[in-house]
């Protein structure tokens, strides 16, 4: 993964619920939701070629986690376009952006889990920088299996976009003493759920593989992945899908807003091993790259 520092980002703009701030002075209050309990929502997004990529769809999710989480005070679709658009062009970013965009229920009145402590509206932050594509997707990225779980919907419906990743944080610990790139996580029945920060997928004959989304996040990268699987005339089936047809797939890829799409070279040490020479991942790809020219909001600045 690549972490490099742009010294672009020194001097960002960032929106905090009505307002651009300097990056020095980009501060939430002690007493914000997001602070005081993990209670606040958020999407990553990215910026290519003047657009915001899929950007309604980004939009609606963050909306839906907010109202599964029964804020009161949810900000307009306009309100949430405008943010963005204003943070953008403050910052002169058209390409090669990620945005962190966060909901939190806002500050409350005296510290607290209780919902009904914030009573001075919602807090929308829009935090745009400088950012490719975090893994090595010419080179590929290792996996181990994380022995955390992803929640299961017994517990805590992973169709919530929540910052409470904390089982993701474990797993991701997990990842880094083992040097590997990323944890792959399985469900309450041991199937492989997604990984600590992407969805998965398996290619074996020539047919793509993903787990339901019962655990695991519903990515839009996910669904672009699907749709473009009908374009291109490859079967894609959604099943349960145990680790040992991992290990035998022909292909792995992991996908996601932050990381596109990256081959998989080995999971827990057994090589993806391409037995059947297939190309899947790589026309999957050049098609997903060939969308993030043309699809998404444009900007009009
Ligand atoms: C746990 C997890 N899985 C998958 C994804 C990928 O989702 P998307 O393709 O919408 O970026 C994310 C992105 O935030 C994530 O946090």
């Known amino acids: 993964m690549s972490y490099k520092f742009d010294p672009r980002n020194q001097h960002i703009s960032i929106f905090i619920k009505d307002q ?114 975090v893994y090595d997707n010419e080179n590929g990225i290792e996996l181990i299996t994380s022995h955390i779980r992803r929640n299961s919907p017994q517990y805590m419906d992973s169709k919530i976009h929540h910052n409470n990743l904390i089982n993701n944080i474990l797993a991701k610990i997990q990842a880094n003493l083992f040097e590997a790139d990323d944890a792959i996580m399985l469900d309450s029945n041991g199937f492989v759920a997604e990984t600590n920060a992407t969805n998965i997928f398996m290619v074996k004959n020539n047919e793509l593989y993903t787990p339901t989304t019962d655990a695991c996040l519903p990515g839009i990268t996910r669904s672009i992945v699907i749709m473009l699987s009908k374009v291109l005339n490859i079967s894609c089936y959604e099943r349960n899908i145990s680790l040992s047809e991992f290990y035998n797939a022909d292909e792995v890829f992991t996908c996601g807003t932050m990381g596109e799409i990256t081959k998989v070279n080995s999971i827990d040490g057994r090589i993806i091993d391409n037995r059947n020479k297939s190309n899947v991942t790589a026309k999957i790809y050049e098609r997903f790259r060939e969308l993030t020219r043309r699809e998404g909001e444009p900007l009009n600045f």
């Open 20 to 133: 651009l701030y300097p990056k020095s002075e980009a501060r939430i209050s002690v007493y914000d939701s997001a602070v005081q309990c993990g209670d606040s929502v958020w999407e990553g997004v990215r910026v290519y070629n003047g657009k915001i990529f899929f950007f309604w769809q980004h939009v609606d999710r963050l909306l839906e986690s907010a109202k599964t989480m029964a804020y009161t005070d949810i900000p307009s679709r306009e309100f949430i376009r405008d943010a963005m658009f204003k943070t953008l062009e403050a910052n002169g970013m058209k390409d090669g952006v990620h945005i962190r965009l966060t909901l939190t229920r806002g500050e409350k009145i005296i510290s607290g889990m209780d919902p009904r402590l914030n009573q001075k509206g919602s807090c929308l932050i829009v935090l745009a920088e400088w950012k490719p594509p």
